[in-house]
């Protein structure tokens, strides 16, 4: 099998989960899916849509008319609880990810970190629950294409993966090595969800996109990023706040 359908084959699953992420103004602009007409007259859809970041935009609105007090009615207390019951539960997975996955320390991780305590404590805003959910999953959908590309390239001083690994490079050496390396800075993995005065590169993704080059050359390693993006160009969504 050629190198190019590996790369293909390899990566359309994540670049699909990539591309979720991606958040829609409700226009034809951008790579956002707009609002359906179907999805506009169903209320308590609408609402479950903006209280959920993992709902897809393209999802039409239930057709099948429920009692208000019906438990499968989505306003019912029963749907509500178990709807939230729902969402907690894939924030812990997301949260003991993160935990586990030995995260550099830095501005940003303080700042997840912060999140966390209060997530466990149950006193994070919901709209901070859901900027934390974003921020983990594109940053494990990020570590799990690192591993892929660790084995694909055969890189030999990589010899765990991401989530094991210690080890990381300084916010100095990440600008240093972009400026050297300007084609990179399209195709690198740049978490939306960071502080306007913080990058989100993460500093151990950055080491191991370095020593992947080392051994396996730039041009290799570009051409498996932006095939990781979906689109082979920037891996940056903005629009999060933090």
Known sequence: MSSDLIVESRFVEIAEDLGRLKLSDGSNSGTGAPARTSDVKDPAFQQRREDNPFIDPATPAPTHITSKNSPSSPSSPIATR???????????????????????????DTIIQSWIMLYRCKTLPEELAGDLRKFILYYRRWNQVLNVMRIELHVAGLIEDIEQSEIAMSIQEIYHFLDQN???????????????????????????????????GLSQVVKWLAQA????GSADMSGLRI
Request: net charge positive; charged share 20%.
């Open 82 to 108: 178990r709807f939230q019951a729902q969402a907690g539960s894939w924030t812990d997975e997301l949260v003991n990810y993160y935990l586990r996955s030995k995260p550099a320390v830095g501005r940003n």
């Open 182 to 216: 300007p084609t990179l800075k399209t195709v690198i993995p740049n978490n939306p969800v960071h502080p306007p005065w913080a990058s989100g590169i993460d500093q151990k993704q950055m080491a191991y996109i370095c020593r992947m080059i080392d051994e396996a």
């Open 229 to 232: 993006t979906g689109v082979g």
